[in-house]
């Protein structure tokens, strides 16, 4: 009898736990992900320009001697929409370029999505198979690295930057990264 007990309830405890564990994960913020890339020097990497946009591409030399943001977008994106104002209103309270990296996007699209909304990158590298976004380890669009003088990434944000985490998590990092 004790052993039927047991046989019903094992399968129930299980998927109570396999349930908690889900709660839990679902209350935790995206933006803690860990980045391994973090304090090591950005990924060699070389992006040519987005066609008929105007906007130099750059590669990972552009990146050396002085502190940069580099942004990866892609206007089907909604989250990119959604942050795309604030890169706007911080590209010259920042004090440092922004620098885009456009993921999986066709280039009419980029160009209609950057000329609705503006444009905040001093250049914009077009990653079409998204192979310079993997090496960056981006998990989603959009997310945001701070690197250093010296080409190192000293801080990730994933997910859109509204107006408080630029100036709560951005600006600090950046203002981290001029003193590394």
């Known amino acids: 009898m004790n052993r039927r007990i047991v046989l019903f309830l094992l399968p129930l405890l299980a998927l109570a736990a396999l349930l908690g564990v889900f709660a839990v994960g679902l209350n935790r913020d995206p933006s803690l992900i860990p980045s391994v890339l973090i304090n090591k020097p950005a990924p060699d990497f070389a992006l ?102 010296k080409g190192i990434i000293t801080a990730k944000i994933i997910g859109p930057m509204d107006a408080n985490s630029a100036a709560t998590v951005l600006e600090p990092a950046i203002e981290k990264a001029k003193a590394s």
Request: negative net charge; charged residues 20%; proline residues 9%.
């Open 48 to 149: 040519p320009p987005v066609a008929g946009l105007g906007t130099p591409g750059f590669d990972t030399d552009a990146l050396k001697g002085h502190v940069t943001v580099v942004n990866v977008f892609a206007s089907w994106c909604v989250p990119c929409r959604d942050e795309h104002p604030v890169l706007m209103s911080i590209k010259d309270k920042i004090g440092v370029p922004i620098y885009g990296i456009n993921q999986k996007d066709q280039p009419d699209n980029a160009k209609t999505f950057l000329g609705e909304l503006g444009n905040p990158y001093a250049a914009i590298g077009a990653d079409t198979n998204g192979r310079a976004s993997i090496d960056w380890g981006v998990y989603g669009v959009p997310e945001t690295f701070v690197v250093n003088a």
